[in-house]
T-cell receptor
Framework: DVKVTQSSRYLVKRTGEKVFLECVQD?????MFWYRQDPGLGLRLIYF???????EKGDIPEGYSVSREKKERFSLILESASTNQTSMYLC????????????FGQGTRLTVV | DQQVKQNSPSLSVQEGRISILNCDYT??????FLWYKKYPAEGPTFLIS?????DKNEDGRFTVFLNKSAKHLSLHIVPSQPGDSAVYFC???????????FGTGTSLTVIP
């Protein structure tokens, strides 16, 4: 079974802190993604990576950066956390090639106070 | 601009009846469509998919229908069970890209 593991289920951080969300997948997938889920807005793509050290902006990259130094690990960084970044963050991975599904981690509920 | 739309935020159905969840898309480059199910405080789990060369795909109680000319897909759940109560997201991707585009979700409640 594919496993996508996010480092924390729940996090509480203070405004202005630098926040790291870690994600690891164990199936050698080329593609990894970070989404945030907010009520009424669905899943919105923040960043994705199709290879080590490669990254592309999604729909809402402002205030975020990412790092992919190893194929299995994709990190989301909130440079200076703000209250409007309080959300559910979801990591996903997907094999390369057409017609493949993405596998999600369990999510990280981040609260910025 | 939302390329994948789920216009019904919620749906309630009696146990044993059919649940029909709808999804519309605008990008004609989309050729692969998926449905995900999500429980609160968990990540989405893959349910069923369909490629654009088909118009129907079945997996047990779940069937997805694709109408390319209308740019519309639907998920049918028959019979509906209380454990099906969750938020359902449709998603689409194009062969030219790696990312999925998600709808805003429909919250299904199956009433015992």
């Amino acid at each position: 079974d594919v496993k996508v593991t996010q480092s924390s289920r729940y996090l509480v951080k203070r405004t202005g802190e630098k926040v790291f969300l870690e994600c690891v997948q164990d199936m050698d997938h080329e593609n990894m993604f970070w989404y945030r889920q907010d009520p009424g807005l669905g899943l919105r793509l923040i960043y994705f990576s199709y290879d080590v050290k490669m990254k592309e902006k999604g729909d809402i990259p402002e205030g975020y950066s990412v790092s992919r130094e190893k194929k299995e690990r994709f990190s989301l960084i909130l440079e200076s956390a703000s209250t409007n970044q309080t959300s559910m963050y979801l990591c996903a991975s997907r094999p390369g090639g057409a017609n493949t599904e993405a596998f999600f981690g369990q999510g990280t509920r981040l609260t910025v106070v | 601009d939302q390329q994948v739309k789920q216009n019904s935020p919620s749906l309630s159905v009696q146990e044993g009846r059919i649940s029909i969840l709808n999804c519309d898309y605008t990008n004609s480059m989309f050729d692969y469509f998926l449905w995900y199910k999500k429980y609160p405080a968990e990540g989405p789990t893959f349910l069923i998919s369909i490629s654009s060369i088909k118009d129907k795909n079945e997996d047990g109680r779940f069937t997805v229908f694709l109408n390319k000319s209308a740019k519309h897909l639907s998920l049918h759940i028959v019979p509906s069970q209380p454990g099906d109560s969750a938020v359902y997201f449709c998603a689409a991707s194009a062969w030219t890209g790696n990312q999925f585009y998600f709808g805003t979700g429909t919250s299904l409640t199956v009433i015992p």
